[in-house]
């Protein structure tokens, strides 16, 4: 499985961005039981969670209410958009693929094909 991440950018505070995934190597149909994450990683900082979606989304605390994760599985994407926006989110975001859909949403271990990261940039 390969994943392709684009969008991001420069975008000001307050603003929006958003990103697409997409997931070549598996079917359609192997595509919809595999969940679909976005992590970030900051300059000096761990790579983090920021949404994951299976049959549910689900978001890290910092960024619910203002990042919406969706995934068109007949396209085999995964989008995450992205509203109000501040310096915090800049980051290079991943996109990732986990086989299980059981395991844990927010562990980057538990994720099994990575894109190659897309930077996002805030400013003040």
């Known amino acids: 499985v390969q994943l392709q991440a684009s969008g991001g950018g420069l975008a000001q505070t307050g603003g929006s961005l958003s990103l697409s995934c997409a997931a070549s190597?598996?079917?359609?149909?192997?595509?919809?039981?595999?969940?679909m994450g976005w992590f970030r990683q900051a300059p000096g900082k761990e790579r983090e969670f920021v949404a994951a979606?299976?049959?549910?989304?689900d978001y890290a605390g910092s960024v619910k209410g203002r990042f919406t994760i969706s995934r068109d599985n007949d396209k085999r994407t995964v989008s995450l958009r992205m509203n109000g926006l501040n310096t915090e989110d800049t980051a290079v975001y991943y996109c990732?693929?986990?086989?299980?859909?059981?395991?844990?949403?927010?562990?980057?271990?538990?994720?099994?094909?990575w894109g190659q990261g897309t930077l996002v940039t805030v400013s003040s």
């Open positions: 990732a693929a986990a086989r299980d859909p059981q395991s844990s949403i927010d562990n980057v271990y538990d994720y099994d094909n």
């Open positions: 190597g598996l079917t359609s149909s192997a595509f919809s039981t595999w969940r």
């Open positions: 979606i299976a049959e549910t989304a």
